[in-house]
């Protein structure tokens, strides 16, 4: 999968915002980013355009199979990072925005390492 770092990170957030919301528009992006509503239009344009999104004409934005699969990728890791650094004494906050710097470039390898460290 090769994608970009931002187009994980709005995918991760529709993902997230699905869970407490049966619609997500993209106001509610850019409400939970702090992104300019016309960088968030043009980023759904463009993940709309790769097939990773879908736009209702109510402009309801659903993931669709391929951009699920992406965005449940980088969640899983950053909840998985999020615990490792909190385990280490790592205060909550920064543990959540560091997880989110390390969940990009992370190797596959090390993440399954910590991953089966931390789900024991």
Excluded: W
Aim: charged share 30%.
């Amino acid at each position: 999968m090769n994608i970009y770092k931002s187009s994980e990170d709005y995918l991760e957030t529709i993902l997230i915002l699905s869970k407490d919301k049966q619609y997500i528009r993209a106001i509610d992006i850019v409400e939970n980013m702090n992104f300019s509503k016309p960088s968030v239009s043009i980023a759904m344009k463009k993940l709309r355009e790769n097939g990773y999104i879908n736009v209702n004409n109510n402009g309801h934005i659903t993931l669709t199979e391929e951009g699920l699969k992406i965005a449940s990728n980088v969640y899983e890791r950053h909840q998985i990072l999020t615990k490792a650094l909190i385990a280490l004494g790592v205060n909550e906050d920064v543990a959540k925005e560091d997880a989110c710097k390390l969940e990009h470039d992370l190797s596959e390898e090390s993440f399954q390492a910590l991953k089966r460290y931390f789900n024991k």
